[in-house]
Nanobody, 124 residues
Framework: QVQLVESGGGLVQAGGSLRLSCVFS????????MGWFRQAPGKEREFVAG????????FYQDSLKGRFTISRDNTKNTVYLQMNTLKPEDTAVYYC?????????????????WGQGTQVTVSS
């Protein structure tokens, strides 16, 4: 049984930084490709970033490149999302998820297991 638990969200001023963590429980974390998504009130869930099983491949929503960085530590069963220069429009619930082996990183339907999410609020 796979479980994902996100943490690290909170309230931050515009221009600040946060690092989100997602701890994976279950077998074979190091074989899974992972992703981060976010969902703002009244909006659809959208892709933020993805990372391959070994960490060599990373993928980002184009508009977030340069501000957000995804990484993972397979010894700790954890994937991270470093978010810098945060903006009010980054306010959302952030979710991590396990990607299906042969599906695209960019689509919600490509992911089977999801965490409960962590709230990020950026004040202006």
């Amino acid at each position: 049984q796979v479980q994902l638990v996100e943490s690290g969200g909170g309230l931050v001023q515009a221009g600040g930084s946060l690092r989100l963590s997602c701890v994976f429980s279950g077998r074979s974390f190091s074989t899974y490709n992972m992703g981060w998504f976010r969902q703002a009130p009244g909006k659809e869930r959208e892709f933020v970033a993805g990372i391959s099983w070994g960490g060599a491949g990373t993928f980002y929503q184009d508009s977030l490149k340069g501000r957000f960085t995804i990484s993972r530590d397979n010894t700790k069963n954890t994937v991270y999302l470093q978010m810098n220069t945060l903006k009010p429009e980054d306010t959302a619930v952030y979710y991590c998820a396990v990607k299906n082996p042969r599906d695209s990183y960019y689509h919600v339907a490509s992911y089977t297991y999801w965490g409960q999410g962590t709230q990020v609020t950026v004040s202006s």
